[in-house]
């Protein structure tokens, strides 16, 4: 099994990484809101098992030899192992940290682009809506303008 691990042409580890985006919102004593954190967190996720198909993950906590999670029974882990193609285009997790960075920077280009895509949506809503208000019909073309709307 370890052989087949080492085979992979990434330069294996022993771990793979997922990169995400966390808010986090503290409170204050009284429970009130006090700020938000934004940062990003890389989490280390060790093999448990590799497969011609892909590999099974839990995660890693310190900094244990990758062998220790090899020889674990994947039924006595805490968490279910997840299974993560090694071919797949969309993965949980990648093979090398920097691969799981560009991968998170995929994911919130994605993000953005559909939350572009309902903020010119919703624009075209609010506008329909001020189209059936008499009273503001003189500002509809400074409106649309600002919106950045056509027709």
């Known amino acids: 099994m370890k052989d087949l691990i080492k085979s992979y042409e990434h330069g294996f580890d022993g771990f793979w990484y997922r990169a995400e985006i966390k808010r986090y919102s503290v409170a204050d004593e009284w429970g009130d809101h006090s700020h938000t954190t934004t940062r990003l967190d890389v989490t280390k996720y060790a093999v448990v098992k590799a497969t011609p198909k892909g590999v099974w993950l839990v995660p890693a906590y310190g900094e244990k030899d990758p062998d220790y999670y090899l020889k674990m029974d994947p039924g006595c882990q805490l968490f279910s192992p997840q299974f993560v193609r090694g071919e797949g ?24 682009q559909g939350c572009q895509a309902r903020l010119r949506q919703a624009e075209q809503e609010l506008f329909l809506i001020l189209r059936e208000m008499p009273w503001v019909a003189d500002q509809i073309q400074t409106i649309k303008r600002t919106l950045r709307i056509e027709s």
């Open 89 to 112: 285009t969309k993965q949980f997790a990648c093979p090398t940290r920097e691969t799981a960075l560009a991968d998170c920077l995929k994911r919130k280009e994605r993000h953005i």
